[in-house]
């Protein structure tokens, strides 16, 4: 079976900008959750949707940060402007929504550079 | 409020010998717990999980982990450490009486010197 993919695999860009990151989930996997991983750090949950609806967005900073999976299947990440502070890696999981199938899978991520 | 804690940042230990990685969390419900490891450059994979059953629990490359409910600990372990174990691994909860919700530990750096 296929995993999680995610492209672009890394970006620069500079302060201001924006970016998107896109992420397509293993195929079946209702949940899909995007993290922000910063150096020397374990992964924060920016965003989880179960389908196409949003279930917890509370660590998204939502003035700059916006995502959507319009069709419950792929997702993109969006940040605009970006800062500096957005510097890090974003990674995609996806996980099955069944009871017994508990564990989330993890894309290879997206590192982030902003200058 | 639910969190997971890595008291370690850094484990060091010679090939051979056994190693222990430590994770203690904090939930409302009952714990579904987790351990990732990660490579350089490379995402999260997963290792092991407890749900419920054995308290001990055996996952990929002969690790394994002991789920402790009255020190709510969930220690990974593996009798004999290789050079290539050395990476970062992540002990993670997820709350089922709360949307699914993943928590991870920040992590603790794996270093085995031969």
């Known amino acids: 079976e296929a995993g999680v993919a995610q492209s672009p695999r890394y970006k620069i860009i500079e302060k201001r900008q924006s970016v998107a990151f896109w992420c397509n989930p293993i195929s079946g996997h209702a949940t899909l959750y995007w993290y922000q991983q910063i150096l020397g750090q374990g992964p924060k949950l920016l965003i989880q949707f179960q389908n196409n609806g949003v279930v917890d967005d509370s660590q998204l900073p939502k003035d700059r940060f916006s995502a959507e999976r319009l069709k419950g299947v792929d997702s993109t990440l969006k940040i605009q402007p970006a800062k500096l502070e957005d510097s890090a890696v974003y990674l995609c999981?996806?996980?099955?929504?069944?009871?017994?199938?508990?564990?989330?899978?993890f894309g290879p991520g997206t590192r982030l550079l902003v200058l | 409020a639910q969190s997971v804690a890595q008291p370690e940042d850094q484990v060091n230990v010679a090939e051979g010998n056994p190693l222990t990685v430590k994770c203690t969390y904090s939930v409302s419900g009952n714990p579904y717990l987790f351990w990732y490891v990660q490579y350089p450059n490379r995402g999260l994979q997963f290792l092991l999980k407890?749900?419920?059953?054995?308290?001990l629990v055996k996952g990929s490359y002969g690790f394994e982990a002991e789920f402790n409910k009255s020190q709510t600990s969930f220690h990974l372990k593996k009798p004999s450490a290789l050079v290539s174990d050395s990476a970062l691994y992540f002990c993670a909860v997820r709350d089922m009486d709360n949307f699914n919700k993943f928590y991870f530990g920040s992590g603790t750096k794996l270093n085995v010197k031969p």
């Open positions: 407890y749900i419920t059953g054995d308290n």
């Open positions: 999981a996806s996980s099955p929504a069944s009871a017994g199938q508990e564990t989330q899978y």
